[in-house]
């Protein structure tokens, strides 16, 4: 999990907002020409980028008087952050939700993009301190899978209890496709598909409960605190 220093970002803002105003630059015609990889590595980056400038934005985050189930620092705390806030991108204006599921989701077979857009909280995938390349996106979401499932927040191991990240319980068929006949496991395609995608990344404890044949998977708590350094 990496910590972010909003205090700093927040002084720094100028330069903050002229790499979100490069972004909005870009054209629709610019994106469509580009490769599949410079396309996905441009929205994650995107992504991760206008998440940081709402937060900024926001910083010090305040509790609404009324959400008192989600932590008082979190980004849950900003009222439309996914869905309302919007940013021109590639021609369009989009919000975050438009990013991550009419777009990424939507139109690339990559399910590790899950594991590389932040959304600013404890339990998010670390958001990675170099922006993500077309040249090396293979290996840089490989890298991203690894390192989150390697993490605390990614997996926990106890017996054949295989305890995994809500993103898995909220996202995990998007991975059907790709993992779901690496490993036999009780349960559902998604099940399978989990514990493929651990089978293959995951740490050793953790890949080999995932290839014994008796896996069972649960799912971990989600800290929405934000992944603030203070």
């Known amino acids: 999990?990496?910590?972010?220093?909003?205090?700093?970002?927040?002084?720094?803002?100028?330069?903050?907002?002229?790499?979100?105003?490069?972004?909005?630059?870009?054209t629709e015609s610019d994106f469509t020409s580009w490769s599949t990889p410079?396309?996905?590595?441009?929205?994650i980056n995107a992504y991760n980028i206008f998440t940081l400038q709402a937060i900024v934005d926001h910083y010090p985050i305040e509790r609404r008087w009324f959400d008192f189930w989600n932590p008082a620092n979190s980004i849950k705390q900003i009222s439309g952050v996914w869905s309302t806030f919007r940013w021109q991108l590639a021609g369009s204006q989009m919000s975050l939700d438009d990013i991550e599921h009419s777009v990424l989701r939507r139109n690339y077979s990559e399910p590790r993009i899950h594991f590389a857009v932040n959304c600013a909280s404890i339990s998010c995938p670390p958001l990675r301190a170099s922006p993500y390349v077309d040249v090396r996106l293979e290996r840089q979401l490989t890298l991203a899978t690894r390192d989150f499932l390697a993490?605390?927040?990614?997996?926990?191991?106890?017996?054949?209890y295989l305890y995994v990240s809500?993103?898995?319980?909220?996202?995990?068929?998007?991975?059907v496709a790709d993992y779901d006949n690496l490993v036999e496991?009780?349960?559902?395609?998604?099940?399978?598909?989990?514990?493929?995608?651990?089978?293959?990344?995951?740490?050793?404890?953790?890949?080999?409960?995932a290839q014994s044949g008796r896996a069972r998977i649960r799912f971990?708590?989600?800290?929405?605190?934000?992944n603030d350094l203070h």
């Open 220 to 226: 971990l708590p989600y800290d929405w605190s934000l």
């Open 1 to 26: 999990m990496t910590r972010v220093n909003y205090t700093t970002l927040k002084q720094e803002r100028s330069t903050l907002n002229d790499v979100v105003q490069a972004f909005s630059q870009t």
């Open 151 to 160: 993490s605390n927040e990614g997996i926990r191991v106890e017996g054949d």
């Open 38 to 43: 410079r396309q996905l590595a441009f929205l």
């Open 185 to 209: 496991v009780p349960g559902t395609a998604r099940d399978r598909a989990i514990a493929g995608i651990v089978a293959k990344y995951g740490p050793s404890t953790a890949s080999q409960v």
């Open 166 to 175: 809500q993103l898995f319980d909220w996202y995990g068929d998007d991975f």
